[in-house]
């Protein structure tokens, strides 16, 4: 498989949100790097997330999103660059910084054998500004019991246990790595509400890696995108979509515009390529036949993810 | 290192044993017996009166208090393997060393019950009888018990939690076997003799193999603990 360029955009340190004032950053990523022994490296990865805003990180599976959030949170030590969140170091004032962040992994971290009121008074434990009554509030909009023991949760209420953990600490920023999954639709669109008005006062932030993009079309200001471990975009995400085209046709169409192709994938009636906007016009200026279409998250993964030519391994 | 941190790594800990010790986990039943066995057994040697029986339920009471509580810290690792609260220690906001500190603290706690168990099984064996022997037995579950958790804490911290159960446990076995066979190749009268200067050797008032043993897993607990910061300092979670 042909990896296609990245387009990398990386924010200014001090952006312009919501208003004229300068805001400061939730999180600065600079240059990580990352590699494993097996062969997998990460990065650099570079990007930064406006204090005020929610970021979804997206990527195929195994492109490195649990272990950017990993390195986020020093669980593990990355090779070169820098994080702060929240204007401090993550290193060098990791209590600090993990004392405002709140964490949802894509599995609970809360013992099978604990209540879910065992379950509060351990986050308690952890955080001096544990706030029961919010822990409660979240309890009974979620439908979760106090008494119930946590391996008779489904994934998903054990899901919305974190999030309620994570929600009533007064963390500034939240750091959810595929919190969705297992939720359904009606839990989904509860959780992305509760993320919007979670930013809403312009004090905290979200971080959250996803799979289902639905979410990120409704509830993500900024996106970033990895992909095999690479960087490939981070900004806004009305840009990200906005800046690529779809292009269709059929197969005997498909050889003029190779040299734009950012992404192809080939049917037994035609084609669909990924191009950025601006050679759309050139584009379809030389085969008018070409139909140009927008695209969306899922098409953008999907296509920056095959090659870039007509290989039969493409073939559906 | 910061006592607050420590604190709260420490009553964390303690939250995984009480719930892997209710009845959603290994159950009360199983805790119950844990705690009730030494107590059988020193029923049972009382009863018996004679040496014939006092000195081998004394001897299981002792290695059997040595072994649980020197085991609960490496148990911790065990239970957070089986629950995933290992990943818990990500997001806490308490820094790794602060988090060895805990553990180690919360190892500690469970040899110190451990020990005052055995004064309680000693007085109902010995009361009012070798009163030296009840606080010698309560000594050797402190001193032997913390040099066993010295050695098996950074195996928890350096190996994924099965295969370190499996070495505390082959450790075990191995210092069992090594005691065994010192009991069976020395003569019985060579035996008895070093029996005697263990528990009777005083330098003045004071009971100085004790302070020695005493003295020994303190400074192995001390530098076990370094090598678990070492160790933890290093680990990807």
């Known amino acids: 498989m042909t990896q296609s360029s990245p387009t990398t955009v990386k924010q200014d340190t001090q952006v312009v949100a919501r208003g004229t004032d300068p805001q400061p950053m939730a999180l600065s990523v600079t240059d990580v790097k990352k590699s494993y022994g097996s062969g997998f490296s990460l990065g650099p990865v570079t990007f930064d997330l406006p204090m005020g805003y929610i970021m979804g990180l997206i990527g195929p599976n195994g492109a490195g999103k649990s272990t950017l959030i990993k390195l986020i949170l020093n669980m593990i030590h990355r090779d070169a660059g820098s994080i702060s969140v929240l204007g401090l170091d993550n290193r060098a004032d990791e209590v600090k910084v993990k004392e405002q962040l709140g964490v949802v992994f894509d599995t609970s971290y809360f013992s099978t054998y604990w209540t879910v009121k065992m379950a509060g008074q351990v986050t308690a434990t952890m955080y001096d500004t544990w706030n029961q009554a919010l822990f409660e509030q979240y309890l009974d909009r979620f439908g979760l019991e106090m008494k119930k023991v946590v391996k008779d949760l489904s994934r998903g209420m054990q899901m919305k246990l974190m999030i309620a953990a994570a929600l009533s600490h007064g963390a500034k920023l939240l750091i959810l790595d595929e919190p969705t999954s297992g939720l359904d639709v009606l839990a989904r669109d509860e959780l992305m509400d509760i993320l919007q008005r979670y930013v809403e006062d312009g004090q905290h932030s979200v971080l959250f890696s996803t799979h289902i993009t639905s979410d990120l079309e409704r509830a993500a200001d900024f996106i970033t995108y990895i992909t095999q471990g690479q960087l490939y975009y981070t900004g806004p995400k009305d840009e990200f979509e906005d800046s690529f085209r779809v292009v269709k046709g059929s197969l005997d169409q498909a050889a003029g515009i190779e040299p734009y192709v950012v992404g192809l994938r080939r049917f037994s009636t035609g084609f669909e390529a990924l191009v950025h906007r601006e050679v759309v016009d050139k584009i379809i200026g030389e085969t008018p036949e070409l139909m140009s279409e927008p695209v969306s998250i899922d098409d953008i993964i999907r296509l920056t993810n095959v090659a870039k030519a007509f290989p039969d391994a493409n073939e559906e | ?237």
């Not at chain 2, 060393?97 to 007085?123: E, H, K, S, W």
């Not at chain 2, 295969?163 to 020395?186: C, D, N, S």
Request: glycine share 12%; charged share 10%.
């Open chain 2, 1 to 237: 290192m910061d006592s607050k941190q420590i604190n709260k790594a420490f009553r964390i800990d303690i939250y995984k044993i009480l719930a892997w010790s209710s009845g959603k986990g290994i159950g009360s039943g199983s805790v119950l017996l844990l705690v009730g066995l030494p107590l059988l057994f020193a029923i049972v040697a009382r009863i018996g009166g004679n040496d014939g029986i006092t000195g081998p339920m004394s001897g299981g009471i002792t290695g059997l208090l040595v072994a649980v509580s020197g085991m609960m810290g490496i148990m911790v690792f065990s239970y957070e393997d089986q629950t995933g609260t290992a990943k818990l220690n990500g997001p806490l906001p308490v820094s790794r060393v602060n988090q060895v500190v805990g553990r180690y603290a919360f190892t500690l706690l469970a040899i110190v019950i451990a020990a005052l168990l055995q004064v309680i099984c000693g007085l109902v064996i010995y009361m009012p009888h070798s009163m030296g022997a009840v606080a010698g037995l309560a000594v050797t579950v402190l001193a032997v018990g913390t040099i066993y958790a010295s050695l098996t804490l950074p195996i928890g911290y350096r190996f994924p939690a099965t295969k370190a159960m499996g070495y505390a446990l082959l450790l075990l076995v191995a210092l069992g076997a090594i005691m065994v066979l010192i009991g069976f190749t020395m003569p019985e009268s060579t035996l008895n003799r070093v029996v005697h200067f263990v528990t009777t050797a005083k330098l003045g008032p004071f009971p100085w193999i004790a302070i020695i043993g005493i003295i020994v897993a303190v400074v192995m607990f001390v530098l076990s603990c370094r090598l678990s910061m070492h160790i933890y300092e290093r680990k990807e979670l």
